[in-house]
């Protein structure tokens, strides 16, 4: 359950409502998002909301009948429009590709890939890692600050966004000072501290879902984040893990349709995670532009077989220059603008 409080509330509605649900025994936790007070029950609860309706104060009471709550439509139909300037547009009818290679290696490899996309697609949004969660600890494990700061050159030199993940809350101020969007992945998908810390930002947040995560609990952890404050959280579908040993994840666009009905909060692909083929990634693309989605995350490497992270899946400068004409068609045909 939502309580909307109207502009005109004060503090004593604010009192008046906590006074109340302490006595029914109801958790209830206040949440400000975009200067709108709310107070949010847990999900559970299904009292009599004549009561709150009737506060002065109140503006409305929504009931989402879900333990999700914020990133519903149920809350919020209007899809959440992410603007962050220069054309990058999350939510008001793009595709965003977002390219580059899984990890910041060297400044020659970062700036290789970052001058072949940005002069030959004009791509806005470069993706890298500088703090890798690799399963291995003997596997690389990423630049870490020196990485960051390779990043900042990609923006100065080419004026691109930089996305790039965060592991945990010992380097997010380090990965917050940098990143345009700042991407949690798959693993830390359940790093409940990081959530919240990632709540209190006001950078746009990519939101990994496990990869052996329910739907459910994919949108929890997104209400997580957005119930700390930060409503600028772009969910992301990279695969589940299934029975199958052959493809590395599978991409679960089943899913992704569903969110889309489900949640007002953007939504992008990343083909390159799920497939971990590069000769497959391309097709794999594809039919995730065809869902018509917010955007894309692709690994592009200029030497995949000597990249030092997901070398597999990373395509190469070629391949990439074969997939995004076809991309391009495809958005046009769902309706969508492919941006890059
Ligand atoms: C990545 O984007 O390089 C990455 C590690 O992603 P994920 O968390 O989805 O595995
Ligand atoms: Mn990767």
Redesign the pocket.
Known sequence: MIIKLSQSSTEATLNTLTQWFAQQGVEVRKVVLENQVLLVTSSKWRGDTSYLNSVEGVESVVDTGTEYQLCTRKFQNQDTVIDLGGGVVFGRGCTILMAGP?AVESEEQVMRTAEFLRSKFDIKVFRA?AF??RTSPYSFQGLADEGLRLLEKVRENFGMKIIT?VKDTTHLDAVADVADII?I???AMYNFSLLAFCGQLEKPIVL?RGFMTTIKEFLQAADFIMSNGNSKVILCE?GIRSFEPQTRFCLDVCAAALVKELSHLPIVL?PS?AMGIAAQVPLVAQSAAALGIDGL?IETHPDPANAKS?KEQALSFEQFSQMVPVLDRICTAVGRTLVA
């Open positions: 899984c890692g890798k969660p993940e991407q992945g798959t693993k990994k990279r990343d995670h995350l997901d």
